[in-house]
């Protein structure tokens, strides 16, 4: 069974930290991009950040030098580092994957891991 299992989440205080983890596991050949997503209560699920196979990263502007996205070297596992939280980065946030699972090129999600920021 090919899955992507994320952790990490939790509870936190403005301005803190958190590290969240996804890794990818089953019969992939190989994974290509990488990347998080968040969906927060009554909005629509958007991109958080995204990682090449080859390192390049891609964030949402107005989350640009609070977020950092990178992988493992084995490229199985894809982290999200997350400084300066704020109220609304509340969401359940989403490991997403472009890989080859036998034949076939499929879109992996996570089951997503809550984020909820709040004193």
């Known amino acids: 069974q090919v899955q992507l299992v994320e952790s990490g989440g939790g509870l936190v205080q403005p301005g803190g930290s958190l590290r969240l983890s996804c890794a990818a596991s089953g019969s992939i050949f190989s994974i290509n991009a990488m990347a998080w997503y968040r969906q927060a209560p009554g909005k629509q699920r958007e991109l958080v950040a995204a990682?090449?196979?080859?390192?390049?990263?891609n964030y949402a502007d107005s989350l640009k030098g609070r977020f950092t996205i990178s992988r493992d070297n084995a490229k199985t596992t894809v982290y999200l580092q997350m400084n300066s939280l704020k109220p609304e980065d509340t969401a359940v946030y989403y490991c997403?994957?472009?890989?080859?699972?036998?034949?076939?090129?499929?879109?992996?999600w996570g089951q997503g891991t809550l984020v909820t920021v709040s004193s």
């Open positions: 990682i090449s196979n080859g390192g390049s990263t």
């Open positions: 997403n994957a472009d890989a080859w699972v036998g034949y076939r090129y499929l879109e992996l």
